[in-house]
């Protein structure tokens, strides 16, 4: 298949994508349109995610972190002075937040600044160590986030949280930064950069041996990875309008981190399958917490009945199928091509 | 500060130390032959602080049986936990292991939430364990003062298995060469479920004090205590049980004398214990008591 046609196929999927998008806004009921902005949320940060988990095998637990960051900052840039006047009601906001603001698009832009900034000083201690130090130090950097968040009285207005957003993000927002997050890491992936994080993955003493630093090849992944997800909390800030420290725990890196390993560690398709399926799975679920009547029975719904099933899932996959939905594979239309003219052949008498 | 003040928040320390040092034994046994986090490790002591509390109440035992019995079943849970959701992946890669393991701890929290459910519940603290001393200006919960001494009391057993038994010759052996320990003809799957045992049953221990000292117990109250006492067991040098122990004891004496001298830090108080392990991890990844890596 030749580029050109894949071009055009590319462009001919995405158009079709954004035509479904643009039914859903004009057509599709107000709950349909949240699921399919959480949807896109989810892609943005489970594909950045991935890179670092998947790709460069480091097992990173601190997204929380970098999300709370993004949507804090997101927020603080966004919202008029007056609407902070209102919402630090304990302390006053500090000088430069309580008179700044500024238009939604570079609130998104700073959100992932300051993300990746912040990943970039603490990928310092973070990238000395590797496998289970690795995961403790980056929940530790999560759990510090939100502490600061809580105490912070002054810049973050602590517990009480921000109230009162504008609800900027809507599908195009959304699906725009997860095609564009899906589009830029993808050509890392494929770039000479990419391979040597797999070739890190693999072997890291190999990879050294062969000329690649690990150091700086993990710290772009890192940066990259933090940067998407400040964008994308930026955006969950001003989809769900109401941000609190309690938002951003360990168990929103708990979900991402199913999404990935449903959707095969490494592969950026599997982790777009398991955004899709996490977000549609979570609300589908919702029956389970949902008393229900079946003939003159009534079984009583039980809360918190989802997060063991989601827990349930996790382990069961990890023992039984530990490649996940695509195992390391990603979609390409060359695959898909070769698969239609299979089955045409079974189609055809010989 | 005043002298006795100081002393109280020594007292305090040590017996909060001593609560970190038992679990954290749990953490370095398990990392030392398996090299993995048992991130569930935890929430044995939530398992433990609702068993024990059950006897009591259900089952109306006298505390000197239930809290036992809790502490057994909570080791043979450690043993279940092994079996069920690590011994499948012994050949796999670390990070299904480690994922496997946090996948373990909130399947453990959310279904103590549903079975029991999120209300914190008080904890019934035997007489025994809950009068006050009064010396001078010192008030002193009595039990306090038993914590640490239960906890040399279980650490003088421990060492006793580990360094004068068979099957703890046969443990220090798996960690320090897992494949060569099996070639010499030992049963390493007995020897995991040992140390699941041991690990778990001291992490009870200390899940039972725990709730005695803050008896709201709640199926979220091991994640904390957990990751703490997993940071003591790295400033003592992982692997390393003595390690572990003076490690529990120095980060409860560090956590108590900031926030006593430092009132103003105390909202901060559950980033400390990071901002300790991320030093320690840069100057001196081994710990105090462990050995240098030979790259």
């Known amino acids: ?350 | 500060m005043s002298l006795t003040l100081f002393l109280q928040q020594l007292i305090n320390g040590v017996s909060l130390g001593s609560l970190y040092a038992l679990i954290a034994i749990g953490y370095t046994m398990v990392y030392g032959i398996l090299r993995l986090i048992n991130f569930a490790h935890g929430d044995l002591l939530m398992v433990a602080a609702y068993a024990g509390m059950y006897g009591v109440l259900l089952f109306s035992l006298p505390w000197f049986i239930s809290f036992p019995l809790a502490v057994m079943a909570t080791g043979a849970l450690g043993i279940l936990l092994d079996r069920a959701a690590y011994k499948p992946l012994r050949q796999a890669p670390r990070i299904s292991l480690l994922i496997s393991a946090i996948g373990a701890s909130f399947l453990m929290e959310n279904l103590a939430l549903v079975l029991i459910g999120g209300v914190p519940k008080p904890f019934p603290r035997p007489d025994f364990f809950g009068y006050v001393i009064k010396a001078g200006d010192l008030h002193i919960l009595v039990l306090t003062i038993y914590s640490p001494i239960i906890t040399l009391l279980l650490v003088l057993g421990l060492l006793y298995i580990v360094f004068k038994t068979k099957a703890g010759k046969a443990m220090r052996a798996a960690s320090l060469d897992f494949e060569a320990t099996r070639l010499m003809g030992i049963n390493l799957d007995r020897i995991i479920a040992l140390t699941f045992l041991i690990g778990s049953s001291l992490a009870a221990a200390s899940g039972i004090m725990w709730a005695m000292k803050y008896p709201q117990i709640n199926p979220f109250m091991g994640v904390i205590p957990g990751f703490k006492a997993f940071i003591a067991a790295v400033i003592g040098g992982i692997g390393n049980i003595v390690g572990a122990v003076l490690g529990g004891f120095l980060l409860g004496l560090c956590e108590i004398l900031i926030v006593a001298l430092l009132p103003d830090l105390a909202e901060y108080r559950d980033a400390f214990a990071f901002l300790i392990l991320i030093g320690v991890l840069l100057f001196r990844p081994t710990g105090i008591m462990g050995e240098p890596i030979i790259q």
């Open chain 1, 1 to 350: 298949m030749s580029e050109k046609l894949k071009f055009w196929l590319n462009v001919a999927s995405l158009v079709l994508l954004f035509g479904v998008l643009f039914l859903f806004s004009r057509y599709g009921s107000g709950y349909q349109i949240r699921i399919l902005n959480n949807i896109a949320i989810f892609i943005t940060l489970a594909v950045s995610y991935n890179l670092v988990n998947g790709v460069c095998g480091l097992l990173h637990l601190g997204p929380n972190g970098f999300i709370a960051i993004g949507a804090y900052t997101s927020a603080l840039l966004s919202m008029t002075p007056a609407e902070k006047q209102l919402n630090f009601i304990i302390e006053h906001a500090i000088w430069p937040i309580n008179v700044i603001q500024v238009p939604f698009v570079v609130s998104l832009i700073a959100a992932g600044v300051a993300a990746a900034s912040v990943a970039f000083l603490i990928s310092f201690p973070v990238l000395r160590v590797r496998g289970d130090y690795l995961a403790i130090v980056t929940l530790g950097f999560g759990e510090v986030i939100r502490v600061l968040c809580n105490a912070a009285q002054s810049v973050t207005n602590g517990p009480l949280g921000l109230k009162g957003l504008q609800a900027h993000t809507n599908l195009w927002w959304s699906w725009g930064v997860a095609t564009l997050a899906v589009a830029a890491i993808q050509r890392l992936i494929n770039s000479n950069y990419g391979l040597a994080m797999k070739a890190i993955r693999e072997d890291e003493t190999a990879a050294r041996a062969m000329g690649v630093d690990p150091f700086q090849r993990l710290m772009l992944a890192f940066l990259i990875s933090a940067f998407f997800s400040g964008i994308a909390g930026g955006l969950l800030a001003h989809l769900i309008t109401t941000i609190s420290p309690g938002l951003f725990t360990f168990l929103l890196t708990f979900n991402l981190l199913i999404m990935i390993v449903v959707g095969g560690l490494g592969s950026t398709t599997g982790s777009i399958i398991g955004a899709v399926l996490f977000a549609w799975g979570g609300e589908a679920l919702r029956i389970v917490e949902r008393p229900m009547e079946i003939g003159p029975f009534t079984i009583p719904g039980i809360p918190g009945m989802r997060m063991v099933i989601f827990s349930l899932i996790l382990m069961l996959v990890i023992l039984f199928v530990r490649k996940g939905i695509m195992g390391r594979s990603e979609f390409s239309w060359d695959a898909l091509a070769s698969k239609f003219a299979g089955w045409r052949r079974t189609q055809t008498p010989p």
